[in-house]
């Protein structure tokens, strides 16, 4: 028998020389396997029902699996300005292991609507996965929601958002503002307004940080461009009075027009172009576009 | 040189199963065996015997104390080149056959081929096994297991050879052969310390014997040595005895046998002689006078009486 | 090393006359076999369903035998005292590991390269040739069977001082977490509290990290396997059962045999 004094500082140090090179090799292979991973590995199987089969009924247990790796998925595809090819099939095995899982079915209507880089575009996608979740959640009536916001903004199909927000607020306990929401999008689609209000109402309907991020961002973009609107019938006004482009915001606080130099949302002065168009200053326009609003 | 030596060996076992206590398998044994000797280690069930062995195989780790075999210190595992031994209740390989086991067990010792093929023969005929050597381990009776095991234990000629319980599980043809064989080894030079708590085969074959009860050492000689502690005695042989002589010597000892025409009276020695003027007196025809030493199993009921010493399984 | 030799041999012997292992290998040739079957249901992608199918097979076959017979390396010999007679020869307690792990090695690998042929036999039968993404395939055999290396050093391990039923829960455990390292990982990269995630990524490292040797989707898509990877995965087996094997060797070492 080695006794403990002995052979104890040894295998400290083994343990420890041991646990680095572990650690070390496995770092490598970390990065290497990032390059190499071939995505598809994570899909032995493209259907949701298999996966069912073979859960052998911790099929809510692997519901929560298929969830984060589609949320892991989609970020990883944002860094890296991916297709997110898998978005879809993943959120379609996990609902079809959990049909209850609403958040599953919101995050693929969200997302799957938004326009590349920030997502695939695929608004089709999106109404396939919200039938889905109304045929298993058939008293959920918020889907009537989402499913008119995909053709609001995916579709730009006006006429069958209306629809869609009509059909949900025919449901009992749907809230009011349903019917309104109807009626101002079949009037004014295309208006900011409009936009703000269903953006807005989506960032109230849902405590998912990622989809009330996007929401925020989309608000925010919209005040922007509500901004730049304001801001530059100030400057045609100035235009149409002095018959000179202002050069400087300074010109139109000179003139009274405007109370001080317009700042954007991230804090930096809006940019007023020899020609006097306002613009986006561009590191704030980076910012928003890493973020995925593009303008 | 002794062949062995023990020296204060020591062995706690921690029972219990929330407040571990210890349990003294072993107390301060120490005792020695010299080259070329018949060792026997003789004690009731629990003694320790099979406790000794083991750690002097390096199987179990003593507490304290330590060993020397064949001069070595008891960390030397190159010595076991030279060591042999038979388990308590041996189980081997089912799925081996005698002569692949033993082909095995000479590989361990690094046997080359040829040797290793002429030992594992001439032993599977020493132990008489020659025929039933390809059958598969499992096949085998209690007493064959017996005698492979002690195959396996001589399969490298060893110098000194422990052997644990060897008689265990052997019909008397069995026990004879392995009493021929352990003579045999001593008359080759070999040490032999077997363990076993049947007092005949220490009666028939040791030259010396170690007692143990409860992990301690209660007695260590020859034969002679320890049962001289007993006390000597003789036994008397009358013949055609008259009944008022039987009864007078009746007075003189309780053990007193009639057989037919013959009386046997165990007398202790200084009472001997009164006895004999008692059956001169009689007019009794004295046979013989024999010297009777207290057997070995007086002894062992005298010195550990009836107590009954428990028997545990120790699960470590 | 004659010694370490000979009991790994002798466990090889052992595992061999053991008819587990041909129930197993059976099994796995049959299953190979239904591949091919429903390869012919779903047309154009009989390969692909072969190549996941077969691998997969040959994994957890291979799985199977590691820690049927890994768990009894030491305790079946242990609780049999078949240990009293090998232990009192001259030979060293780590031998009696290095033996061991040594047959279960060898044992793995015929079954494997069994496993395989029948295999390639398959692959052949479906594509009636051999082409360029075939050698990877190899590639990925290989990672499986440092795979089943690894499961057997582990099996062994917890077979030095568990019992059978406990030794393959927790063989079986490492195998399905290992296999789920990559979740952990993003688990450890998603959580807010840094000594949270400073645990997370402690045990990522620590827990056998099986998922890093599968490579058979990729493969089966025809990809090939980089060198480096090839290389790393090969130095993380080494290191990761030579740890292992340490650890058995000391425990084993100071054990007293009851």
């Known amino acids: 028998m080695i006794p403990v004094r002995r052979w104890l500082p040894f295998a400290i140090l083994v343990a420890l020389l041991g646990g680095a090179a572990v650690v070390h090799i496995q770092r490598n292979l970390d990065a290497e396997m990032t390059v190499f991973h071939v995505e598809a590995q994570e899909l032995y199987l493209t259907s949701g029902d298999w996966v069912k089969r ?97 053709y609001y903004r995916g579709f730009k199909d006006y006429q069958k958002a209306s629809e869609a927000f009509y059909q949900g607020s025919e449901y009992p306990g749907a809230a009011p503002w349903m019917r309104i929401m109807a009626a101002k999008v079949a009037a004014e689609g295309g208006t900011r307004q409009t936009a703000r209000a269903l953006w807005q109402e989506l960032y109230n309907s849902t405590d998912d940080p990622t989809i009330r991020a996007s929401a925020e961002l989309h608000l925010l973009g919209l005040r922007i461009d509500d901004e730049i609107e304001f801001l530059q019938a100030k400057v045609d006004h100035y235009i149409h009075v002095t018959r000179k482009v202002p050069s400087r915001w300074e010109d139109l606080f000179a003139a009274g027009l405007l109370p001080g130099r317009p700042l954007d949302p991230m804090g930096r002065p809006y940019r007023l172009k020899y020609d006097g168009t306002v613009l986006l200053d561009p590191q704030s326009r980076i910012f928003t576009s890493k973020l995925g609003w593009r303008e | 040189m002794p062949a062995l030596e023990i020296i204060e060996l020591t062995k706690d076992y921690l029972r219990g199963f929330w407040r571990k206590r210890p349990h003294r398998a072993l107390d301060r044994l120490s005792l020695t ?60 390989y089912d799925y081996l056959t ?58 490298n000629d060893p110098d000194l050879v422990f052997l644990d319980e060897p008689m265990l599980g052997l019909d008397p043809v069995g026990r004879r052969e392995v ?33 143990l009860n409860r992990g301690r050492l209660h007695g260590l000689g020859t034969l002679d040595q320890i049962l001289q502690l007993a006390g000597r005695a003789s036994e008397v042989l009358v013949a055609k005895p008259s009944p008022a002589l039987a009864d007078a010597l009746r007075t003189f000892g309780n053990m007193l046998r009639v057989a037919g025409d013959r009386l046997t009276l165990t007398v202790p020695d200084e009472k001997i002689y009164p006895v004999i003027d008692l059956i001169r007196q009689h007019g009794g025809q004295l046979l013989a006078i024999n010297p009777v030493r207290t057997s070995l199993e007086d002894y062992f009921f005298e010195a550990f009486g009836t107590e009954k010493v428990p028997e545990v399984t120790l699960k470590e | 090393m004659q ?8 466990t090889f012997r052992e595992a061999v006359r053991d008819r587990v292992l041909y129930n197993l290998i059976v099994f796995a040739l049959l299953l190979i076999g239904t591949a091919i079957l429903f390869g012919e249901i779903s047309i154009g992608i009989q390969t692909l369903i072969l190549i996941n199918l077969g691998l997969a097979a040959i994994t957890f076959f291979g799985l199977a035998i590691a820690i049927f017979i890994g768990i009894g390396l030491v305790y079946k010999e242990l609780d049999k005292r078949t240990l009293y007679a090998l ?155 030579t740890l292992v094997l340490l650890a058995s060797m000391l425990i084993f070492q100071n054990r007293n045999l009851k």
């Open chain 3, 87 to 241: 232990l009192s020869k001259p030979v060293r307690r780590y031998e009696f590991i290095l033996g061991k792990f040594g047959g279960l090695a060898l044992t793995l690998l015929i079954n494997t390269a069994f496993m395989t042929a029948g295999f390639f036999l398959a692959l052949y039968y479906v594509k009636r040739s051999f082409d360029a993404g075939d050698p990877p395939i190899l590639v990925a055999i290989y990672f499986i069977f440092l795979q089943l290396l690894l499961a057997t050093a582990l099996a062994l391990l917890f077979s030095c001082f568990s019992s059978p039923v406990l030794s393959a829960a927790f063989t079986l455990g490492l195998f399905l977490v290992g296999s789920f390292a990559a979740d952990l990982k993003d688990l450890a990269d998603a959580l807010e509290a840094p000594w949270l995630e400073g645990v997370m990524r402690a045990i990522y490292y620590a827990v056998p990290n099986f998922s890093n040797f599968n490579v058979i989707t990729a493969v089966a898509h025809g990809h090939s396997v980089p060198a480096t990877l090839f290389w790393s995965n090969t130095a993380y087996a080494a290191v990761y059962i």
């Open chain 1, 54 to 150: 073979l859960s052998l009924g911790y099929h809510g247990l692997l519901a929560c699996l298929y969830w984060t790796r589609a949320v892991q998925h989609f970020g990883r595809q944002r860094l890296a300005h991916g297709e997110y090819r898998l978005l879809y099939p993943l959120l379609d095995i996990t609902t079809t292991l959990d049909p209850e899982l609403i958040l599953a079915y919101r995050f693929g209507a969200v997302f799957l609507t938004e326009e590349p880089p920030s997502g695939p575009g695929r608004p089709e996608l999106a109404i396939k996965l919200l039938e889905k979740g109304l045929q298993q959640n058939p008293a959920y009536w918020r889907f009537w929601y989402d499913i008119g916001f995909v």
């Open chain 2, 33 to 92: 065996v010299e080259e070329g000797e018949i060792f026997g280690l003789l004690g009731p069930n629990g003694a320790g015997k099979t406790t000794t062995l083991k750690i002097l195989l390096r199987l179990v780790y003593p507490t304290s104390g330590t060993a020397r075999l064949l001069g070595k210190p008891l960390e030397d595992i190159d010595v076991h080149q030279r060591l042999g031994y038979l388990p308590e209740s041996p189980y081997f």
């Open chain 2, 179 to 211: 009493r021929d064989i352990i003579l045999e080894l001593r008359a080759r030079g070999k040490t032999v310390c077997f363990s076993t708590h049947i007092l005949s085969d220490v009666e028939s074959l040791c030259d010396r014997l170690a007692i």
């Open chain 3, 3 to 10: 010694r370490v030799a000979a009991i790994a041999l002798n």
């Open chain 2, 98 to 155: 005698a002569r692949e086991f033993l082909d095995y067990c000479g590989q361990l010792f690094g046997l080359d081929t040829a040797r290793r093929r002429q030992r594992v023969g001439s032993l599977l005929e020493r132990v008489g096994l020659t025929d039933a050597a390809d059958f598969a381990l499992r096949h085998y009776s209690r007493g064959m297991l017996q005698r492979v095991a002690i195959a396996q234990a001589l399969i």
